[in-house]
């Protein structure tokens, strides 16, 4: 007998980003049995990838801090990934808190483009394919592989006030 899927919706699993943009608040979706994907999305390109370094101590410190395991970490030129696990709400809270206010006063206001991302994944296949993503999205920035356009499901918005394109 198949287990039932808690979550029936896809959108359930995922928050913040674009995938928000003009909709009402709801609470953000979180598991502490199960791995998120977590895109904190930069408005000033290059900024984070030139500053490689300094923004890897900065996400493994608050990490070891609020006791979060990152799996998988990739600083991209306009974005960061990572592929954690977190103990309760509120670890993710202060994380995030601390994460982005302390890059945001480095590299000045307005830094963050975007809410933060997240997404729940499931252990197994979704875990492996997110894990490789994120690999493969390294590989093109340090140019291994050559840049591959990859098809959007969520609308893209210019402004959240106007209507989608």
């Known amino acids: 007998m198949r287990q039932l899927p808690l979550f029936k919706d896809e ?11 003009g909709k009402r608040k709801t609470r953000r ?5 199960k791995a998120l994907h977590l895109v904190l999305k930069s408005s000033q390109t290059v ?3 030139s500053e490689l370094s300094e923004v890897k ?6 990490s070891f801090q609020f006791h979060i395991r990152i799996y998988h970490l990739s600083v991209q030129k306009d974005h960061i990934h ?8 509120d670890s993710y809270k202060k994380f995030t808190r601390a994460l982005t206010g302390i890059l945001a006063r480095k590299y000045g206001k ?8 997240t997404r729940v994944l499931d252990w197994g296949q979704d875990f492996e394919r997110t894990k490789n993503y ?3 999205n390294e590989a093109e920035v340090w140019g291994v592989r050559p840049y591959k356009p990859r098809k ?5 918005y210019q402004n959240p006030l106007e209507k989608p394109l």
């Open 47 to 49: 900024c984070l990838f």
């Open 11 to 21: 959108t359930l699993k995922s928050h913040g980003g674009i995938v928000n943009l």
């Open 152 to 156: 959007n499901k969520a609308p893209t």
């Open 110 to 117: 307005g830094l963050w483009k975007l809410s933060p991302f």
């Open 57 to 62: 101590y900065y996400i493994n410190r608050y």
């Open 29 to 33: 979706p979180l598991a502490t049995r």
């Open 134 to 136: 994120i690999s493969q």
């Open 82 to 89: 990572i592929l954690m696990k977190i103990v309760n709400r």
